[in-house]
T-cell receptor, first 113, second 112 residues
């Protein structure tokens, strides 16, 4: 009974393609996030989404777009994939906007070739 | 925005010794400071956290201290074991509107 689940776990795709990563949480949390972890293990916030309020990290290219059909889901759509997009993407959720009770998904390793 | 610095980036200790990882943050409004452990190929997992109304918190072999005046906090692991080997991340949350900002991580190796 996974608390925060992501699919797929691995994604290999060619440059220029469009792909999506799905995230679902069953914790009843009201905020969800996407983080990017690069090869140096640095965890960088991309987006947070709380009650229809989207907070975007200004360094994220607009090729990345989050989509939230409901409070339990926050999907990540990426257009025109580039080599530099290769990383592990983690979804996370928390109970409040203060970050208490942060839980991460298992990650999606994206490889762009 | 908030900036979190973490040191050292790598740390090797002998089994049974103590390990200390230090973090500093920039925004005095931050009030929540968690620590995460990430084993190879796995997700980061919360191991301990501290809030600004407390100076120290302990959970078995792990303790965290917070100095709000100096804006730094530290993770202390005593009696280290090989299974403590992992990457450890500190993080800080600004009161209200922003998600956790993470330090760049410390790769801890416990040598048996």
């Amino acid at each position: 009974d996974t608390a925060v689940s992501q699919t797929p776990k691995y994604l290999v795709t060619q440059m220029g393609n469009d792909k999506s990563i799905k995230c679902e949480q069953n914790l009843g949390h009201d905020t969800m996030y996407w983080y990017k972890q690069d090869s140096k293990k640095f965890l960088k916030i991309m987006f947070s989404y709380n009650n229809k309020e989207l907070i975007i990290n200004e360094t994220v290219p607009n090729r990345f777009s989050p989509k939230s059909p409901d409070k339990a889901h926050l999907n990540l759509h990426i257009n025109s994939l580039e080599l530099g997009d290769s990383a592990v993407y983690f979804c996370a959720s928390s109970q409040t906007r203060y970050g208490y009770g942060y839980t991460f998904g298992s990650g999606t390793r994206l490889t762009v070739v | 925005g908030e900036n979190v610095e973490q040191h050292p980036s790598t740390l090797s200790v002998q089994e049974g010794d103590s390990a200390v990882i230090k973090c500093t943050y920039s925004d005095s409004a931050s009030n929540y400071f968690p620590w995460y452990k990430q084993e190879l190929g796995k997700r980061p997992q919360l191991i301990i956290d501290i809030r600004s109304n407390v100076g120290e918190k302990k959970d078995q072999r792990i303790a965290v201290t917070l100095n709000k005046t100096a804006k730094h906090f530290s993770l202390h692991i005593t009696e280290t074991q090989p299974e403590d080997s992992a990457v450890y991340f500190c993080a800080a949350s600004i009161r209200g509107n922003t998600p956790l900002v993470f330090g760049k991580g410390t790769r801890l190796s416990v040598i048996a």
